[in-house]
Protein backbone atom coordinates (compact mmCIF):
# COMPACT_ATOMS: atom_id res chain seq x y z
CA UNK A 1 0.00 0.00 0.00
CA UNK A 2 1.45 3.29 -0.77
CA UNK A 3 -0.40 5.77 1.07
CA UNK A 4 0.50 5.62 4.62
CA UNK A 5 -2.23 3.27 6.71
CA UNK A 6 -4.91 6.20 8.21
CA UNK A 7 -8.60 5.14 9.80
CA UNK A 8 -9.01 9.15 10.60
CA UNK A 9 -12.91 8.83 9.51
CA UNK A 10 -13.38 5.56 11.36
CA UNK A 11 -12.17 6.70 14.57
CA UNK A 12 -14.42 9.58 14.34
CA UNK A 13 -16.98 7.92 13.65
CA UNK A 14 -16.55 5.58 16.71
CA UNK A 15 -16.38 8.80 18.67
CA UNK A 16 -20.20 9.36 17.57
CA UNK A 17 -20.84 5.95 18.24
CA UNK A 18 -19.72 6.12 21.88
CA UNK A 19 -22.06 9.17 22.67
CA UNK A 20 -25.60 6.81 21.48
CA UNK A 21 -24.72 3.30 21.73
CA UNK A 22 -22.72 1.77 24.80
CA UNK A 23 -19.67 -0.02 23.13
CA UNK A 24 -20.39 1.53 19.72
CA UNK A 25 -21.31 -1.88 18.17
CA UNK A 26 -24.13 -4.65 18.44
CA UNK A 27 -21.37 -7.24 18.90
CA UNK A 28 -18.92 -7.25 21.30
CA UNK A 29 -15.94 -8.92 18.99
CA UNK A 30 -16.85 -5.97 16.98
CA UNK A 31 -15.42 -3.63 19.40
CA UNK A 32 -12.85 -1.43 18.16
CA UNK A 33 -9.24 -1.65 20.40
CA UNK A 34 -8.41 1.54 21.94
CA UNK A 35 -4.79 0.27 21.75
CA UNK A 36 -5.31 -0.08 17.96
CA UNK A 37 -6.74 3.25 17.40
CA UNK A 38 -3.87 4.43 14.83
CA UNK A 39 -4.97 1.37 13.01
CA UNK A 40 -8.19 -0.82 13.35
CA UNK A 41 -10.86 0.08 11.18
CA UNK A 42 -13.96 0.48 13.13
CA UNK A 43 -16.12 0.81 10.19
CA UNK A 44 -16.36 -1.07 6.96
CA UNK A 45 -18.17 -0.09 4.26
CA UNK A 46 -18.17 -3.11 1.72
CA UNK A 47 -16.87 -6.02 0.67
CA UNK A 48 -16.25 -7.69 -2.37
CA UNK A 49 -15.07 -11.48 -2.13
CA UNK A 50 -12.30 -12.13 0.38
CA UNK A 51 -11.91 -8.57 0.11
CA UNK A 52 -13.70 -5.50 2.65
CA UNK A 53 -13.02 -1.60 2.25
CA UNK A 54 -13.28 0.92 5.18
CA UNK A 55 -14.85 4.09 5.03
CA UNK A 56 -11.19 5.57 5.09
CA UNK A 57 -11.07 3.56 1.54
CA UNK A 58 -8.34 1.12 3.11
CA UNK A 59 -8.87 -2.69 1.42
CA UNK A 60 -8.04 -5.84 3.35
CA UNK A 61 -8.18 -9.76 2.74
CA UNK A 62 -10.51 -10.26 5.31
CA UNK A 63 -10.13 -13.49 7.15
CA UNK A 64 -13.10 -12.59 10.18
CA UNK A 65 -15.70 -12.66 7.36
CA UNK A 66 -18.19 -11.14 9.71
CA UNK A 67 -17.03 -13.41 12.23
CA UNK A 68 -17.92 -16.46 10.25
CA UNK A 69 -21.51 -16.32 8.54
CA UNK A 70 -19.71 -15.35 5.11
CA UNK A 71 -18.73 -18.78 3.98
CA UNK A 72 -18.41 -18.00 0.39
CA UNK A 73 -17.20 -14.67 -0.12
CA UNK A 74 -18.86 -11.24 0.18
CA UNK A 75 -21.04 -10.09 -2.41
CA UNK A 76 -21.12 -13.36 -3.91
CA UNK A 77 -23.17 -13.50 -6.91
CA UNK A 78 -26.00 -16.16 -6.50
CA UNK A 79 -26.83 -15.68 -3.19
CA UNK A 80 -27.23 -11.79 -3.80
CA UNK A 81 -28.98 -12.52 -7.16
CA UNK A 82 -31.38 -14.80 -4.90
CA UNK A 83 -31.81 -12.33 -2.76
CA UNK A 84 -32.51 -9.37 -5.45
CA UNK A 85 -35.31 -11.81 -7.05
CA UNK A 86 -36.67 -12.52 -3.78
CA UNK A 87 -36.91 -8.65 -2.50
CA UNK A 88 -39.12 -8.28 -6.26
CA UNK A 89 -41.68 -10.09 -4.69
CA UNK A 90 -41.57 -9.92 -0.90
CA UNK A 91 -39.63 -9.86 2.04
CA UNK A 92 -42.22 -11.49 5.00
CA UNK A 93 -45.66 -12.93 4.35
CA UNK A 94 -49.12 -13.02 6.50
CA UNK A 95 -48.67 -17.23 6.23
CA UNK A 96 -45.42 -19.19 5.22
CA UNK A 97 -43.58 -19.08 2.23
CA UNK A 98 -42.73 -22.08 0.15
CA UNK A 99 -38.85 -21.70 0.74
CA UNK A 100 -39.80 -22.48 3.80
CA UNK A 101 -40.42 -25.98 3.06
CA UNK A 102 -37.37 -26.03 0.00
CA UNK A 103 -34.98 -25.07 2.62
CA UNK A 104 -36.44 -27.51 5.34
CA UNK A 105 -36.13 -30.70 2.58
CA UNK A 106 -32.74 -29.59 1.72
CA UNK A 107 -31.54 -29.58 5.24
CA UNK A 108 -33.16 -32.67 6.65
CA UNK A 109 -31.30 -34.21 2.89
CA UNK A 110 -28.40 -33.11 4.06
CA UNK A 111 -27.75 -32.81 8.03
CA UNK A 112 -27.49 -36.29 9.69
CA UNK A 113 -29.68 -35.72 12.80
CA UNK A 114 -32.56 -33.56 10.75
CA UNK A 115 -36.02 -35.10 10.41
CA UNK A 116 -37.47 -31.74 11.27
CA UNK A 117 -36.69 -28.22 10.77
CA UNK A 118 -37.57 -24.50 11.89
CA UNK A 119 -36.03 -21.40 11.21
CA UNK A 120 -35.08 -18.36 13.54
CA UNK A 121 -32.60 -15.60 12.85
CA UNK A 122 -30.17 -15.67 15.56
CA UNK A 123 -27.84 -18.54 16.62
CA UNK A 124 -28.13 -17.70 20.29
CA UNK A 125 -32.16 -17.78 20.19
CA UNK A 126 -32.17 -20.87 18.40
CA UNK A 127 -29.89 -22.72 21.31
CA UNK A 128 -32.20 -21.35 23.55
CA UNK A 129 -34.93 -23.01 21.27
CA UNK A 130 -33.03 -26.54 21.98
CA UNK A 131 -32.71 -26.10 25.06
CA UNK A 132 -36.54 -25.17 25.93
CA UNK A 133 -37.37 -28.42 24.27
CA UNK A 134 -35.15 -30.47 25.57
CA UNK A 135 -36.56 -29.65 29.27
CA UNK A 136 -39.73 -30.02 27.72
CA UNK A 137 -39.63 -33.35 25.59
CA UNK A 138 -37.41 -34.68 29.26
CA UNK A 139 -39.20 -33.09 31.50
CA UNK A 140 -35.77 -32.11 33.43
CA UNK A 141 -34.36 -29.29 34.39
CA UNK A 142 -30.78 -29.35 34.51
CA UNK A 143 -28.27 -27.96 31.35
CA UNK A 144 -24.89 -28.90 30.71
CA UNK A 145 -23.36 -27.17 28.39
CA UNK A 146 -19.90 -26.81 26.83
CA UNK A 147 -18.65 -24.04 24.67
CA UNK A 148 -20.51 -20.37 23.77
CA UNK A 149 -24.05 -20.59 22.68
CA UNK A 150 -24.94 -17.13 22.25
CA UNK A 151 -25.83 -14.35 24.93
CA UNK A 152 -29.25 -15.88 25.64
CA UNK A 153 -27.56 -19.22 27.15
CA UNK A 154 -24.40 -16.80 29.03
CA UNK A 155 -25.49 -17.57 32.60
CA UNK A 156 -22.42 -16.51 33.84
CA UNK A 157 -22.61 -12.59 33.56
CA UNK A 158 -24.97 -10.48 35.72
CA UNK A 159 -28.79 -9.91 35.15
CA UNK A 160 -29.58 -13.19 35.25
CA UNK A 161 -31.29 -14.65 38.30
CA UNK A 162 -29.49 -17.39 40.69
CA UNK A 163 -32.68 -19.73 40.32
CA UNK A 164 -32.33 -19.89 36.70
CA UNK A 165 -28.67 -19.70 36.55
CA UNK A 166 -28.66 -22.92 39.25
CA UNK A 167 -30.39 -25.27 36.39
CA UNK A 168 -27.25 -24.86 34.54
CA UNK A 169 -23.53 -26.40 34.36
CA UNK A 170 -21.06 -25.18 31.98
CA UNK A 171 -17.81 -27.50 31.76
CA UNK A 172 -15.29 -27.93 29.89
CA UNK A 173 -14.18 -29.89 26.19
CA UNK A 174 -12.28 -32.87 25.76
CA UNK A 175 -12.91 -34.46 29.14
CA UNK A 176 -16.02 -36.51 29.38
CA UNK A 177 -15.08 -37.26 33.33
CA UNK A 178 -16.91 -34.00 34.90
CA UNK A 179 -20.09 -35.01 32.81
CA UNK A 180 -20.21 -38.85 33.98
CA UNK A 181 -19.70 -36.74 37.76
CA UNK A 182 -22.35 -34.45 37.07
CA UNK A 183 -25.19 -37.53 35.86
CA UNK A 184 -23.88 -39.32 39.05
CA UNK A 185 -25.14 -36.67 41.31
CA UNK A 186 -28.30 -35.87 39.22
CA UNK A 187 -29.00 -39.09 37.77
CA UNK A 188 -32.65 -38.39 36.64
CA UNK A 189 -32.33 -34.28 36.65
CA UNK A 190 -30.48 -33.49 33.49
CA UNK A 191 -32.17 -32.53 30.41
CA UNK A 192 -29.43 -32.49 27.84
CA UNK A 193 -25.75 -32.04 27.21
CA UNK A 194 -25.54 -28.84 25.08
CA UNK A 195 -22.01 -28.93 23.13
CA UNK A 196 -19.92 -26.29 21.15
CA UNK A 197 -16.74 -27.74 19.67
CA UNK A 198 -13.12 -26.29 20.65
CA UNK A 199 -11.55 -24.95 17.88
CA UNK A 200 -8.07 -25.48 19.06
CA UNK A 201 -8.81 -29.09 20.38
CA UNK A 202 -11.32 -29.93 17.66
CA UNK A 203 -9.92 -33.51 17.20
CA UNK A 204 -10.57 -34.31 20.81
CA UNK A 205 -14.43 -35.35 19.41
CA UNK A 206 -13.08 -37.88 18.38
CA UNK A 207 -13.52 -39.70 21.94
CA UNK A 208 -15.35 -36.85 23.56
CA UNK A 209 -18.22 -36.86 21.43
CA UNK A 210 -18.79 -40.64 21.55
CA UNK A 211 -18.82 -40.15 25.22
CA UNK A 212 -21.38 -37.61 25.35
CA UNK A 213 -23.21 -39.78 23.12
CA UNK A 214 -23.16 -42.92 25.15
CA UNK A 215 -23.83 -41.16 28.77
CA UNK A 216 -26.53 -39.16 27.17
CA UNK A 217 -28.52 -42.34 26.20
CA UNK A 218 -27.61 -44.15 29.24
CA UNK A 219 -29.20 -41.28 31.69
CA UNK A 220 -32.12 -40.66 28.92
CA UNK A 221 -30.53 -37.33 28.47
CA UNK A 222 -30.50 -35.54 24.68
CA UNK A 223 -27.23 -34.42 23.13
CA UNK A 224 -27.65 -31.25 21.35
CA UNK A 225 -24.69 -29.76 18.85
CA UNK A 226 -24.52 -26.47 18.57
CA UNK A 227 -23.19 -26.46 15.01
CA UNK A 228 -23.14 -22.53 14.48
CA UNK A 229 -19.58 -22.32 13.69
CA UNK A 230 -18.99 -25.74 11.84
CA UNK A 231 -21.98 -26.09 9.66
CA UNK A 232 -20.93 -25.75 6.73
CA UNK A 233 -17.60 -24.95 7.27
CA UNK A 234 -15.96 -28.12 8.70
CA UNK A 235 -18.45 -30.34 6.70
CA UNK A 236 -21.58 -29.07 5.27
CA UNK A 237 -23.29 -31.82 7.82
CA UNK A 238 -21.22 -30.04 10.58
CA UNK A 239 -19.78 -32.42 13.58
CA UNK A 240 -21.76 -34.82 13.49
CA UNK A 241 -20.70 -35.21 10.09
CA UNK A 242 -17.43 -34.97 10.53
CA UNK A 243 -17.33 -36.99 13.52
CA UNK A 244 -20.22 -39.72 12.57
CA UNK A 245 -21.43 -38.75 15.88
CA UNK A 246 -25.26 -38.30 15.59
CA UNK A 247 -27.03 -35.39 18.39
CA UNK A 248 -30.62 -35.53 18.94
CA UNK A 249 -31.18 -32.05 18.14
CA UNK A 250 -28.44 -28.93 16.41
CA UNK A 251 -28.44 -25.39 15.73
CA UNK A 252 -26.78 -24.45 12.25
CA UNK A 253 -26.51 -20.70 11.87
CA UNK A 254 -23.90 -18.76 10.35
CA UNK A 255 -22.60 -20.45 7.33
CA UNK A 256 -26.16 -21.25 5.96
CA UNK A 257 -26.87 -18.34 4.45
CA UNK A 258 -23.69 -16.90 3.25
CA UNK A 259 -24.61 -13.79 5.53
CA UNK A 260 -28.18 -13.45 5.84
CA UNK A 261 -29.47 -13.70 9.37
CA UNK A 262 -31.28 -17.46 9.50
CA UNK A 263 -31.17 -20.13 12.35
CA UNK A 264 -32.26 -23.59 11.90
CA UNK A 265 -33.13 -25.49 14.91
CA UNK A 266 -32.99 -29.09 13.97
CA UNK A 267 -33.40 -32.83 14.16
CA UNK A 268 -35.56 -36.05 16.13
CA UNK A 269 -39.36 -35.11 14.66
CA UNK A 270 -40.52 -36.75 17.95
CA UNK A 271 -38.56 -33.68 20.27
CA UNK A 272 -39.21 -31.21 17.26
CA UNK A 273 -42.33 -31.51 17.72
CA UNK A 274 -43.05 -30.45 21.09
CA UNK A 275 -43.34 -26.43 19.47
CA UNK A 276 -46.66 -27.25 19.74
CA UNK A 277 -47.21 -26.57 23.20
CA UNK A 278 -43.69 -25.31 24.07
CA UNK A 279 -44.47 -22.41 21.73
CA UNK A 280 -41.69 -21.03 20.12
CA UNK A 281 -42.85 -18.71 17.77
CA UNK A 282 -41.35 -15.50 15.99
CA UNK A 283 -42.73 -13.02 13.49
CA UNK A 284 -39.59 -13.01 11.59
CA UNK A 285 -38.94 -16.85 11.62
CA UNK A 286 -39.55 -17.67 8.00
CA UNK A 287 -38.43 -14.76 6.15
CA UNK A 288 -38.16 -15.00 2.65
CA UNK A 289 -35.04 -12.95 1.99
CA UNK A 290 -32.90 -15.02 4.05
CA UNK A 291 -34.22 -18.37 3.15
CA UNK A 292 -33.64 -17.59 -0.67
CA UNK A 293 -30.12 -16.83 0.81
CA UNK A 294 -29.75 -20.25 2.15
CA UNK A 295 -31.45 -21.43 -1.00
CA UNK A 296 -28.93 -20.56 -3.21
CA UNK A 297 -25.90 -20.87 -0.44
CA UNK A 298 -27.25 -24.51 -0.47
CA UNK A 299 -27.40 -24.90 -4.36
CA UNK A 300 -23.42 -23.24 -4.63
CA UNK A 301 -21.89 -25.94 -1.79
CA UNK A 302 -23.91 -28.66 -4.25
CA UNK A 303 -22.25 -27.36 -7.14
CA UNK A 304 -19.07 -26.45 -6.17
CA UNK A 305 -16.60 -28.03 -3.91
CA UNK A 306 -16.97 -25.43 -1.05
CA UNK A 307 -15.83 -27.45 2.10
CA UNK A 308 -12.69 -28.96 -0.04
CA UNK A 309 -11.39 -24.86 -0.64
CA UNK A 310 -12.34 -24.12 2.88
CA UNK A 311 -10.09 -26.63 3.97
CA UNK A 312 -7.24 -26.49 1.09
CA UNK A 313 -7.19 -22.30 1.75
CA UNK A 314 -6.77 -22.91 5.35
CA UNK A 315 -4.00 -25.18 5.17
CA UNK A 316 -2.28 -23.16 2.66
CA UNK A 317 -2.67 -20.38 5.55
CA UNK A 318 -1.21 -22.56 8.23
CA UNK A 319 1.43 -24.36 6.87
CA UNK A 320 2.64 -20.78 5.55
CA UNK A 321 2.78 -19.29 8.84
CA UNK A 322 3.92 -22.23 10.67
CA UNK A 323 7.22 -21.63 8.13
CA UNK A 324 7.44 -17.74 9.06
CA UNK A 325 7.24 -18.40 12.53
CA UNK A 326 9.94 -20.95 12.32
CA UNK A 327 12.01 -18.55 10.05
CA UNK A 328 11.42 -15.36 12.82
CA UNK A 329 11.41 -17.31 15.74
CA UNK A 330 8.00 -16.31 16.45
CA UNK A 331 6.24 -17.74 19.29
CA UNK A 332 3.09 -18.11 17.72
CA UNK A 333 0.98 -21.41 15.31
CA UNK A 334 -2.16 -22.19 14.07
CA UNK A 335 -4.23 -24.98 16.36
CA UNK A 336 -7.03 -27.35 15.45
CA UNK A 337 -7.82 -27.79 11.85
CA UNK A 338 -7.47 -25.99 8.67
CA UNK A 339 -11.33 -24.58 8.15
CA UNK A 340 -11.54 -22.57 11.90
CA UNK A 341 -8.20 -23.06 12.52
CA UNK A 342 -7.13 -21.07 16.13
CA UNK A 343 -4.29 -18.45 16.35
CA UNK A 344 -2.19 -18.53 19.40
CA UNK A 345 0.43 -16.32 20.61
CA UNK A 346 2.72 -17.04 23.32
CA UNK A 347 2.28 -14.73 25.68
CA UNK A 348 -1.55 -13.77 24.07
CA UNK A 349 -0.75 -10.04 24.25
CA UNK A 350 1.75 -10.82 21.46
CA UNK A 351 -1.56 -11.06 19.31
CA UNK A 352 -2.69 -7.69 19.55
CA UNK A 353 0.67 -6.02 18.05
CA UNK A 354 0.37 -8.70 15.28
CA UNK A 355 -3.07 -7.33 14.58
CA UNK A 356 -1.24 -3.84 14.24
CA UNK A 357 0.92 -4.65 12.14
CA UNK A 358 -1.21 -6.75 9.76
CA UNK A 359 -3.90 -3.98 10.01
CA UNK A 360 -1.38 -1.77 8.57
CA UNK A 361 -0.36 -4.00 5.95
CA UNK A 362 -4.58 -4.47 4.76
CA UNK A 363 -4.89 -7.93 6.16
CA UNK A 364 -7.71 -8.81 9.05
CA UNK A 365 -7.10 -11.04 11.78
CA UNK A 366 -9.12 -13.11 13.96
CA UNK A 367 -8.47 -15.22 16.62
CA UNK A 368 -9.96 -18.07 14.39
CA UNK A 369 -8.95 -17.26 10.93
CA UNK A 370 -11.68 -18.61 8.65
CA UNK A 371 -11.10 -18.98 5.54
CA UNK A 372 -13.81 -18.64 2.68
CA UNK A 373 -14.70 -20.38 -0.65
CA UNK A 374 -13.37 -16.73 -2.20
CA UNK A 375 -10.05 -16.85 -0.45
CA UNK A 376 -7.67 -17.66 -3.88
CA UNK A 377 -4.82 -19.31 -3.47
CA UNK A 378 -3.11 -15.85 -4.63
CA UNK A 379 -4.84 -14.00 -1.84
CA UNK A 380 -3.49 -16.36 0.72
CA UNK A 381 -0.35 -15.72 -0.52
CA UNK A 382 -0.62 -11.96 -0.47
CA UNK A 383 -1.78 -12.61 3.40
CA UNK A 384 1.11 -14.42 4.06
CA UNK A 385 3.69 -12.02 2.89
CA UNK A 386 2.51 -9.35 4.94
CA UNK A 387 2.27 -11.82 7.92
CA UNK A 388 6.17 -12.18 7.31
CA UNK A 389 6.72 -8.45 7.18
CA UNK A 390 4.22 -8.28 10.62
CA UNK A 391 6.54 -11.22 12.30
CA UNK A 392 9.80 -9.48 10.85
CA UNK A 393 8.99 -5.75 12.45
CA UNK A 394 7.83 -7.59 15.88
CA UNK A 395 11.24 -8.90 16.01
CA UNK A 396 13.33 -6.15 15.51
CA UNK A 397 11.30 -4.39 17.95
CA UNK A 398 12.81 -7.38 20.37
CA UNK A 399 9.30 -9.03 21.09
CA UNK A 400 10.84 -12.49 20.21
CA UNK A 401 14.24 -13.55 18.79
C1 LIG B 1 -20.45 -21.50 18.66
C2 LIG B 1 -21.41 -20.33 18.72
N1 LIG B 1 -22.61 -20.53 19.26
C3 LIG B 1 -23.51 -19.53 19.35
C4 LIG B 1 -23.24 -18.27 18.88
C5 LIG B 1 -24.26 -17.19 18.96
O1 LIG B 1 -24.82 -16.91 17.72
P1 LIG B 1 -25.53 -15.49 17.50
O2 LIG B 1 -24.48 -14.44 17.73
O3 LIG B 1 -26.04 -15.53 16.09
O4 LIG B 1 -26.64 -15.42 18.52
C6 LIG B 1 -21.99 -18.02 18.32
C7 LIG B 1 -21.64 -16.66 17.85
O5 LIG B 1 -20.52 -16.29 17.63
C8 LIG B 1 -21.04 -19.07 18.24
O6 LIG B 1 -19.82 -18.87 17.72
Same mark, same amino acid.
Given at each position: ??????????????????????????????????????????????????????? %??????? @??? &? /??? +? $??? =??????????????????????????????????????????????????????????????????????????????????????????????????????????????????????????????? %??????? @??? &? /??? +? $??? =??????????????????????????????????????????????????????????????????????????????????????????????????????????????????????????????? %?????????? &??????????????????????????????????????????????
Amino acid at each position: MSAPHAVHKSWALHDRAVEVIPLATQTHSKAPREELREVEPCYLARGQGCRVFDV %DGNEYID @FRN &A /LGP +I $TLG =YRFPDVDDAVRRQLDSGIVFSYPHPLEVEVAERLVEIIPCAESVRFLKTGGEAMAASHRLARAFTGRDLLLTCGYHGWLNTMSRPGVPEAIRSVYSDLPWGDPAPFVEAFERQPDGIAAVSVACSYA %DLEQGRE @FLP &A /LRS +I $TQR =YGALLIYDEIVTGFRLRRGGAQEYFGVIPDLAVFAKGVSNGMPLSCYLGRRDIMQRVEDVVISSTFGGDALSLAAAAATIEVYEREDVIGTLWARGRQLHEGFTVLCERFGAPARFEGVSPLGQLCF %DPPELFLRFN &AELLRRGVIPYQVCYPSFSHAEADIDEALAAMSEALAAMREDGLFD
